[in-house]
């Protein structure tokens, strides 16, 4: 269970991470 909500906590922040890093690069590439 512990496992299952530190998981949780720890790809939750990741993912929004990786969504704006995807989104930022995106973005500069549109930009050029």
């Known amino acids: ?3 299952e ?3 949780a906590a720890v790809i ?3 993912m929004i ?3 704006l890093v995807l989104g930022f690069i ?3 590439i549109q930009g050029e």
């Open 1 to 3: 269970m512990v496992s």
């Open 5 to 7: 909500i530190t998981t």
């Open 12 to 14: 939750s922040p990741l």
């Open 17 to 19: 991470l990786i969504g």
């Open 26 to 28: 995106l973005l500069k």
